[in-house]
């Protein structure tokens, strides 16, 4: 067990029954079968997803990816960092970061970014406490192809 009490490890596909509905929980709801395709799809080699495990049950999970550009060297990306509800507090969110850290390191990268949604303001003071620093505010556009 790491210091939070939960066994950080790789997520596996019988992990995704206790994914889907933490997705559920903070607005991305998604079936089952269209999350272990999604799930399927991702490329090892730039890509890891954790959980924390305790007792059996998923208390949150990450997902980081490596985004390589022309823009900048080489960075990891906290595409997604999700804790049940009643496992807040308890440390998940810092273990599950510290491991998508040393993911990073492993891989010869430098810089971890994460981007968190104005309008979940609880986020904010989670990262900053962990040492990450706001560098830019930006809109998000999408567009239907």
């Known amino acids: 067990m790491g210091t939070s009490g939960w066994d950080i490890r790789e997520m596996k596909v019988r992990d995704l ?3 889907a509905p933490l ?3 903070l607005g991305y709801p998604v079936g089952l079968a269209e999350l272990e395709q999604r799930f399927c799809k991702l490329d090892a080699a730039s890509a890891i997803s954790f959980v924390a495990e305790r007792d059996g049950n998923i208390g949150g999970w990450i997902h980081l990816t490596r985004r390589d550009t022309l823009l900048g060297t080489s960075r990891a990306e906290i595409v997604g960092l ?11 969110g810092k273990a599950l970061v510290a ?6 390191r492993a891989k010869g990268i430098a810089r971890v970014r994460v981007t968190s949604n104005l309008k979940r303001t609880d986020s904010h ?3 900053k406490n962990l040492g990450f620093t706001l560098t ?10």
């Open 136 to 145: 830019k505010e930006s809109a998000v556009y999408d567009l239907p192809v």
């Open 82 to 92: 999700m804790v049940k509800a009643d496992a807040r507090g308890q440390g998940v």
């Open 99 to 104: 491991a998508g850290l040393k993911w990073s």
């Open 125 to 127: 003071p989670f990262y």
């Open 23 to 25: 997705l559920a929980e």
């Open 17 to 19: 029954p206790w994914v």
